[in-house]
């Protein structure tokens, strides 16, 4: 009955030593002395701060790209204990005792390495042979740049590591489409595709360019399965939705899987706080939820509230007023009703206060029961410090003199009506009878005798304006526009009718208990569209570069100096392989050129099946240079060197598969392909000896001379630090 226990039980494996040999000196070229230097690098001074708010659960907004990779620096800190306490505000500044730096630098650098044994097998998969595969391997491994940027507090390597993984995995699955369709092998390879896809859009919104490339070769091999003629109908379908579930669904759930772990970690109040909506504020923990913690929630007649714009450009700004009137005699010559001014404000203050009035009633405290203020409804809006009431009328506005003057009416006895009606616009309403809501309701004022629309041009006023943002009436204005539509964020029912009692109501906090708590997909949705928006700080930096220096490494960035000595770590490529890698780009796109005219001509120089693996290669090799080069000549953003290395690993790829193109198809004798291979041995050590010579400048573990640092200068235009004793 045991019998089966007589005999050992035997488990045989194969093991790739070129796989275990490229791994180990992958790991040991990224983790060597990793937490060397002991300071903040570069652009450690701008993660570093993310990391802090992670740890103690800081609400941050970031508008260089989606949460994932920055949680995935902050698990390095979480790992290593790291408590947040640190203050990133220098380049340079030594850490202290409580910052783990091997652990924080631990993640980015075990993606690099990896990326060594991944280039192996991409090559592999897509059916070249080892020697090949292995060049690509060692070449990523040698290339000064990548081991600099993986052995810091970045995310470039991390997304070099799902962008190959997102194309090694896709052609595991493509290639297990040849022999077993819907095993478990081919659903891994598919899911993981869809997942590696995400999470490269996650690290950076250029990881779409890697998603997009894929999901065209995917199309593409798509539609070859719909012309399989031994496939049955349902067949096809199904491999289509498995498609399509796996890599255009699945990466959809696990990017708002990265945004549902980040609000959820994220929960408490923080300085970016103010660029997003009212509702959004109210949803954190302290800052605004505390102010605005039980504050009632239906607008009524004779509620005191604030009105934020919605727009938020160029900075928040709550409706406002003050005792000082506009100019008689602007600047340009033009005239003005000098009366009291309505600007939009970037701070809290009193002077945000407004009463909703009824027009037909004197009053301005809320009936009991209050009576809520409805979509249609005509109101009058009080300055609550002044008394006096919002008005439009047709005056040109100050600044924007295409639209029409917003003023709180002074009565100066002149032929000068006031025309103080609005009438509230609810434009998120879900019915005409909805009621104005705090917080949830985004309202447009309409002027009932103009129908002037409340808005905020956004324009600074000059020094008679204290430099606050410029309001106008919008008589013009077709459709919606954010910076028409405002929102109560402070709330609180008037009790007071005398002035006195009711300007000491307006300076103190309201106190009614409401929840508004905002779902996760309209947090979601408002975080997105800020961070797609949200103005990056485009200004000219030292080391800033353009798209066309990259090629030919023609900058170069000084990562870091020692404080005492000439030691120095710059983000600085192999000249060799960046030049190199260049040309074989330029040789592919000519023979594929060449190819393809001769093809046309019937005359094939390829075997049916070489050449269908030289169009994969350039489709994922050049064609991810190039969706990762590309658009950077479109971007109107500050670019740096390491831009260019998510697009630098392809075209490393690709340069050992024109190689061995090379000598299998263009080398016609046995000694032309020897003298070939001597030239590839040649130029491979001449690329060892550079990345060697590089070396202190990618680790910075040793100090050079002046002399030493003047010799490695190879072009004027790389920024050598040498220090003047």
Known sequence: MLGF??????????????????????????LWQLAYPRAVVFDEVYYGQYISFYMKRIFFLDGSGPPFGHMLLALGGYLGGFDGNFLWNRIGAEYSSNVPVWSLRLLPALSGALSVPMAYEIVRELGFSHCAATGAALL????????????????????????????????????????????????????????ACSCAVGIKYVGVFTYLLVLG???????????????????????????AAALVVLPILVYLLFFYIHLLLLYRSGPHDQIMSSAFQASLEGGLARVTQGQPLEVAFGSQVTLKNVFGQPVPCWLHSHQSTYPMIYENGRGSSHQQQVTCYPFKDVNNWWIVKDPGRHQLVVNNPPRPVRHGDVVQLVHGMTTRLLNTHDVAAPLSPHAQEVSCYVDYNISMPPQNLWRLDIVNRESDTDVWKTILSEVRFVHVNTSAILKLSGVPLPDWGFRQLEVVGEKLFRGYHESTVWNVEEHRYGRSQEQ??????LHSPTQVDISRNLSFMARFSELQWRMLTVRSDDSEHKYSSTPLDWVMLDTNIAYWLHPRTSAQIHLLGNVVIWASASLATLAYALLFVWYLLRRRRRVCDLPEDCWLRWVLAGALCAGGWAVNYLPFFLMEKTLFLYHYLPALTFQILLLPVVLEHVSDHLCRSQLQRSLFTALVVAWFTSACHVSNMLRPLTYGDRPLSPSELKALRWKDSWDILIRRY
């Open 5 to 30: 226990l007589q005999h050992p039980v035997m488990v045989t494996a194969e093991v790739n030593l070129n796989m275990v040999a490229l791994t180990a000196m992958g790991l040991l070229s990224r």
């Open 217 to 243: 070769v995917a199309a593409v091999h798509a539609w070859h399965v719909i012309g399989d003629q031994t496939l049955s109908n349902v067949r096809v379908l199904c491999h289509l939705l498995a498609r």
């Open 500 to 505: 006195k009692e009711r300007e000491l109501e």
């Open 140 to 195: 990523v491994l040698i290339e000064n740049a990548l081991i600099t940027q993986s052995r810091l507090m970045l995310l470039e390597s991390v997304l070099i590591f799902f962008n190959l993984l997102a194309v090694l995995s896709y052609l595991k699955f493509s290639n297990s489409q040849k022999h077993r369709p819907f095993s478990p092998r081919w659903w891994f390879w598919l899911v993981l595709t869809g997942v």
